[in-house]
């Protein structure tokens, strides 16, 4: 602050801007300016001007200051070993799409070849923004909202994510409901979907005497549409019909077990995926042993893997290839983002990118062999091409494989083994996007996280309200309830007849182009506001002698978050954009209705409206002009290095959070008799 002979303005003060020599008092985001102008040696001598701070004031003036956090701040959890961060990050990107989609899609897209523009895009879009996305949550130690502030213009970004991450558990437990009801219909023999049981006699006779004159549907489909679904008693969206209570129970034994898994946090969670996280490469193992004895298998991997060159001109497999690195990863949903969170400060987050992107195609990549092994067996038992019976999504794992499973001798254990993994790698997704969600509100609300009865009070509650928002919204009631509430109906219609039109629906649009238009935000946000160069710099200080691998591959994934990453987001989303206007959805024979592709697209614009929302919250909340506004929205706040602050052992200095309004003081005529004589001395 300049002396003069009127009253003066202090000036804003960030992080890393103050000046040592200058005394400075922080109170409810305001700056007093003590003007001693005096040497230190005659500082007692002189009266200091004095501030008596408001009634209101949360903390008195004598708080020692070399405390950096607040002594209402609550300590966050930390993983108990290495592993179990891993394991988690693991669990959490192997999911269902890497056995359900990856295969299919290879095949579709050329065989080998679409392994160019899958690594391609690995390497350009999928590591980097994982990179990002761990590097911020692990520097801020904080979940996917409070992590913005280091640039509060952007929370509607965490926001989003949140929203993401609502819909996602929403529809993700569903499908674990239904690996339980297969899980329970595979303890009986013969299986209640092979041709051996009595019920199914008469179908595969009628099958078997068409000769392929017709297209029979198989005992597996019967089973999947009529006594899982029930889907032939309802004609579309608008009739979701009765509820299907075997399912209902399913969706609630699906939300306990999440609760009793993450009662703890971490603690209990972390525990759980070194069975959940590794059981499943047992079975793949196992799959794809029994696999390669099986008459036939060789043709189904020749098919899964033949290359086909001229299918790298089609466009739709570049778009095939960087969605399915999107969304098996997991980014830009705010789990990795929460996981890394709880990780200690000194974390190399660039050795654990490298080892989880890597394993998570690795393992798509060996799951087909483990898919299309046995697919070749049963193409080969029928006497049909591979094409015939291949599938994905919800097709695949519960028509295509259990029907091919249900030829093997020993059916039961195999059909018992593959949905016992298929129900670990679901819920191993769930842990991560329910700790996303729950991270992000205990970090809002931290006196929840302070509590272990609370946090598990509100975990309890969470599991709660999403099932009954399931019950609730399972009626014939369905039409008439606002449009607010129906991004929420597939769940009432997981256990209703019609529900597989919900899911569909909302597995469609929920992680569409909303979550595209998330990821580019956060990438383009910290690139260019927050600043790429000090991104960089953040990573190098979390990793310890950061060797010079790490520092030259920074400047590789520099590269990436400003040019090469945006450019193909947004390739994506263009693509997405024009297929969505292009082609109509549909399920089966069923073709949706204009009002219910409408639904969808609501429901992804939901999501990602939050971000010029709560942009305009943080504009607003700024003083000044327009341009002052955005300048100040976009600087971290000083809370942003306390983690680094506190893993260095340095102390953080008084500095203001942010001035809100201008604040003003008097020079008095003994400021000016201090620098007389100040003059005097050095004279």
């Known amino acids: 602050m300049q002396g003069g002979s009127g009253g003066t303005t202090a000036p804003e003060r960030r992080p890393g801007t103050g000046h040592e020599e200058q005394s400075s008092l922080h109170q409810n985001g305001h700056i007093v300016a003590l003007n001693g102008h005096a040497p230190h040696a005659a500082a007692a001598a002189l009266p200091m001007p004095q501030f008596t701070p408001p009634a209101s004031s949360p903390a008195p003036m004598d708080t020692p200051m070399d405390t950096p956090t607040s002594s209402t701040t609550v300590l966050r959890e930390q ?15 192997v999911g269902l799409g890497n056995v359900w989609r990856f295969p299919y ?88 979907w092979s041709c051996d049981h009595v019920d199914n006699a008469a179908i595969c006779g009628n099958a078997s005497a068409a000769n392929g004159s017709s297209d029979p549907l198989s005992p597996t489909e019967i089973f999947w549409n009529e006594r899982v679904l029930g889907v032939v008693h309802s004609e579309g969206l608008h009739d979701p019909g009765p509820v299907r209570w075997q399912l209902a129970l399913c969706l609630l034994a699906a939300w306990i077990i999440i609760f009793l898994c993450m009662m703890k946090g971490i603690r209990s969670s972390g525990k759980v995926v070194y069975v959940t996280a590794t059981f499943p490469y047992l079975v793949l193992v196992v799959l794809v042993i029994r696999g390669a004895t099986l008459e036939g298998s060789l043709q189904g991997v020749a098919f899964y893997l033949t290359p086909d060159w001229g299918r790298l001109a089609n466009a739709q497999v570049w778009n095939d290839a960087a969605s399915q690195i999107f969304y098996s990863l997991g980014i830009g949903v705010g789990g990795l983002l929460s996981m890394a969170s709880y990780n200690k400060f000194d974390n190399n987050v660039i050795r654990d990118t490298i080892i ?258 709560w942009a305009l919250v943080a504009l607003c909340r700024e003083t000044g002009t327009l341009r002052d506004r955005f300048q100040k929205s976009i600087r971290p706040l000083n809370c942003w290095r306390e983690n680094y602050l506190n893993s260095v052992g340095r102390v953080q200095e008084a500095e203001p959070e942010r001035v809100e309004a201008p604040f003003t003081v008097t020079l008095t005529d003994m400021d000016f008799t201090a620098m007389t004589w100040e003059r005097g001395s050095e004279a």
């Open 105 to 192: 899609l290879c095949y579709r897209n050329g065989g080998g070849v679409f392994l160019i523009p899958y690594f391609l895009m690995l390497f350009v879009t999928g590591v980097p923004l994982f990179l990002m996305e761990l590097s911020l949550g692990q520097y801020g130690s904080a979940g996917p909202i409070t992590v913005w502030k280091c640039c509060p213009l952007l929370k509607g970004i965490g926001i989003g994510m949140l929203c993401v991450s609502v819909l996602v558990c929403l529809y993700y437990n569903v499908i674990i409901a239904w690996t339980f009801y297969y899980l329970g219909s595979s303890l009986q023999s013969p299986l209640p």
């Open 356 to 613: 989880i992107t890597m394993g998570n195609c690795a393992t798509s990549f060996f799951a087909g062999f483990a898919i299309f092994s046995v697919l070749g067996h049963m193409a080969w038992r029928k006497g049909v091409a591979v094409q015939e019976v291949a599938d994905s999504g919800p097709g695949l794992a519960f028509v295509a494989y259990p029907e091919a499973l249900a030829l093997l001798p020993g059916s039961v254990f195999w059909s018992i083994l593959f949905f016992i993994m298929l129900f670990m790698l679901g819920v191993d997704t769930l842990f991560g996007n329910m700790e996303g969600i729950t991270t992000a509100v205990l970090d809002e609300f931290p006196h929840l996280r302070g509590n272990t009865l609370h946090k598990s009070l509100f975990l309890g509650v969470l599991c709660f309200c999403f099932y009954l928002m399931g019950l609730l919204l399972v009626t014939n009631v369905s039409l008439c309830v606002c449009v607010c509430v129906c991004v929420l109906i597939f769940i009432l219609s997981s256990s209703s007849q019609g529900g597989i039109y919900w899911f569909t629906l909302i597995d469609s649009f929920s992680t569409s182009f909303g979550l595209i238009i998330i990821t580019l935000f956060m990438c383009l946000g910290i690139s260019f506001f927050y600043g790429v160069n000090q991104f960089c710099q953040d990573i190098v200080d979390m990793i310890p002698l950061c060797p010079p691998w790490c520092r030259r591959l920074l400047l590789y994934f520099k590269a990436c978050w400003v040019f090469c990453t945006p450019f193909l987001l947004l390739f994506i989303l263009t693509y997405i954009f024009i297929e969505m206007y292009n082609t109509s959805l549909h399920y089966g024979a069923y073709v949706y209705p204009r009002w219910g592709k409408a639904l969808g697209v609501c429901m992804g614009a939901t999501c990602c409206l939050q971000i010029p929302i």
């Open 79 to 93: 993983w108990e070993g290495k592993h179990e961060f891993l394991l988690s990050c693991i669990g959490y990107c």
